[in-house]
């Protein structure tokens, strides 16, 4: 995903990040044109799930939008994406756990977030005792957890 990678770093640029107003209204931008391009394309067709996930995990954690997602309609625009996300969870974590950790960022989107994870198969893998003197952070494709 070129394009979706070159959102990415955009919203991530240091410039933007120093302007916390341009920030709040790129955010705003890419969202509404990946919520209107979701709506008429595939997902698949813009990139990497990862990718497309980190885009949306990072306008997500502009509060008003973690709450608008809510409200939108989970079959179309940017709730496809958590919905294929959590079709393939556990077998790949980082889609979901991105947008899932931006979601929980504000009390209203997490009590959201609480109901709909409540939804998901549950999975249950033995944890390596190395994993046991470590913190739960961050997520990679194997187990969620820092060294």
């Known amino acids: 995903g070129g394009g979706v990678a070159s959102l990415l770093g955009f919203l991530q640029s240091p410039a933007l990040q120093s302007c916390s107003v341009t ?10 044109v990946l919520a209107t391009t979701l709506t008429i394309f595939h997902e698949d067709t813009l990139g990497d799930a990862t990718s497309l996930a980190q885009v949306i995990s990072e306008v997500l ?5 973690s709450l608008e997602f809510w409200d939108a309609c989970a079959e179309k625009g940017v709730g496809v994406v958590l ?15 991105s947008i899932c950790y931006s979601l929980a960022k504000n009390t209203a989107s997490c009590e959201r977030l609480v109901q709909f994870a409540s939804s998901l198969s ?13 913190t ?12």
Do not use: C, G, M
């Not at 954690?61 to 939008?65: F, I, R």
């Not at 919905?83 to 756990?97: I, N």
């Not at 944890?127 to 003197?133: Q, Y």
């Open 122 to 134: 549950l999975f249950t893998a033995e944890v390596p005792k190395s994993v046991f003197n470590s």
């Open 61 to 65: 954690k502009e509060e008003l939008l």
């Open 83 to 97: 919905s294929s996300a959590a079709s393939t969870f556990p077998h790949s974590y980082k889609p979901l756990t």
């Open 136 to 147: 739960v952070v961050e997520a990679d494709e194997d187990w969620l957890y820092t060294n």
């Open 23 to 32: 920030l709040q209204l790129s955010r705003i931008t890419v969202y509404k």
